[in-house]
């Protein structure tokens, strides 16, 4: 199947800082790409959808400014979390879906944030 | 408002027996209900999915029973291994639109 991977795999960091996080999908073209968070024994919550060149659709209750997201090629996406607080502490997960297969999301394999 | 509702919350299986997920949904739109399996620290995986034309669909272990005047769909592992100790989740979708999650099923299959 296809493979999308997210880096960095786990990443610590202060308060207040900006951490950015990759999701590539490594042998398809991603038309849309889709960012998660997932909080521990909790379902995947959908922060927003983003497509190849144009701006990303934000869910309600997630802070555009504070997430920020780039699509900028059909194979990377990017998920800023900026002035980082410890609630931002969670499990990123995102995912990725071919022109080809509208139905088929193929999901990254997470990226654990902590934010002290 | 939860578009997808998931039970049970978990689930101990003996290894051998039968695992079964239920999920139920309200919108007669959704046209595509897959499963996906996750494993601690990963992403989740397609297992299997399934359309409403369809009553059920059989992927080895693996088994999608869809009742769609019911507005229901289940899942159901058969001969259940400690390899299947997982969590599980059933989605629903529209229109090639957004995927719409349910809350998870953590599966413990007892060796």
């Known amino acids: 199947g296809a493979v999308v991977s997210q880096h960095p795999s786990w990443v610590i960091c202060k308060s207040g800082t900006s951490v950015k996080i990759e999701c590539r999908s490594l042998?398809?073209?991603?038309?849309?790409m889709f960012w998660y968070r997932q909080f521990p024994k909790q379902s995947l919550m959908l922060m927003a959808t983003s497509n190849e060149g144009s701006k990303a659709t934000y869910e309600q209750g997630v802070e555009k400014d504070k997430f920020l997201i780039n699509h900028a090629s059909l194979t990377l996406s990017t998920l800023t979390v900026t002035s980082a607080h410890p609630e931002d502490s969670s499990f990123y997960i995102c995912?990725?879906?071919?022109?080809?297969?509208?139905?088929?999301?193929?999901f990254g394999p997470g990226t654990r944030l902590l934010v002290l | 408002q939860q578009q997808v509702k998931q039970s049970p919350q978990s689930l101990i299986v003996q290894k051998g027996g039968i695992s079964i997920i239920n999920c139920a949904y309200e919108?007669?739109?959704?046209?595509?209900f897959p499963w996906y399996q996750q494993f601690p620290g990963k992403g989740p995986a397609l297992l299997i999915a399934i359309r409403p034309d369809v009553s059920e669909k059989k992927e080895g272990r693996f088994t999608i029973s869809f009742n769609k005047s019911a507005k229901q769909f289940s899942l159901h592992i058969m001969d259940s291994q400690p390899g299947d100790s997982a969590t599980y989740f059933c989605a629903a979708l529209k229109n090639f639109n957004k995927f719409y999650f349910g809350s998870g099923t953590k599966l413990n299959v007892k060796p």
């Open positions: 919108n007669t739109a959704f046209d595509y």
């Open positions: 042998d398809f073209q991603a038309t849309t």
């Open positions: 995912s990725a879906r071919s022109g080809g297969q509208q139905e088929t999301q193929y």
